[in-house]
């Protein structure tokens, strides 16, 4: 009898079984611009109200492609995370991931992913040339930037990232943006959400 009621009190207080799915995870901390393999994410059983929209929950969705953020060990993998289309997700129709050379380089530390920047240029170089500067882009979010990481792994060499963020632009503001470092120096001005 105290066998029977024993066993009913360990039932009774057993957690029923919890319903989990699978999704990716990063087995190590990875900084931004790796290049994922199989030994950089590891599937995880987790429950699916902890899955936000686009987390990646089979390895060939990531297998090969790029960090636009560092993760850190644990950290669930989501397609806006990694460089290529997954980059501009939740971006308006028509948006173009646009890279930019600041004229100082270390100013990249200031801004981060997410944030919205104004882009100015300014073609006076202070000696015997003067000119306005001009805003070429408003409001523009920031996608990624060299101090995130550091490393562009496959994308770009390391040499190569220094000074250089990505922004998310419209079209109109993505025909003015590119080559514009050609034309002048490049600023950014950290701003609100309008």
């Known amino acids: 009898m105290l066998c029977a009621a024993a066993a009913l009190t360990v039932h009774q207080l057993t957690p029923a079984p919890v319903h989990t799915v699978t999704a990716l995870a990063a087995a190590r901390d ?31 969705e990531a297998s ?53 920047v104004n882009v100015v240029l300014t073609a006076a170089n202070g000696f015997d040339q003067h000119a306005p500067s001009e805003v070429l882009a408003t409001a523009v979010p ?29 079209p109109e503001q993505a025909a003015r943006l590119a080559g514009a470092s050609t034309q002048g120096k490049l600023f950014f001005v950290l701003v609100g959400t309008p």
């Open 142 to 170: 920031v996608l990624w930037t060299s101090a995130t990481g550091g490393q562009g792994g496959q994308w770009l060499g390391t040499q190569e990232t220094d000074g250089l963020i990505v922004v998310a632009a419209t």
């Open 30 to 60: 990875l900084p931004a611009g790796s290049a994922l393999g199989a030994t950089d994410i590891s599937p995880i059983q987790v429950p699916p109200g902890m899955l936000a929209h686009g987390v990646l929950r089979e390895p060939g």
């Open 64 to 116: 090969g492609r790029q960090l636009a953020a560092p993760l850190r060990k644990g950290q669930l993998l989501a397609d806006a995370q990694l460089l290529g289309p997954g980059l501009l997700t939740g971006s308006p129709a028509g948006s173009a991931a646009v890279p930019l050379r600041m004229a100082d380089p270390s100013s990249i530390q200031l801004v981060s992913p997410g944030q919205l």
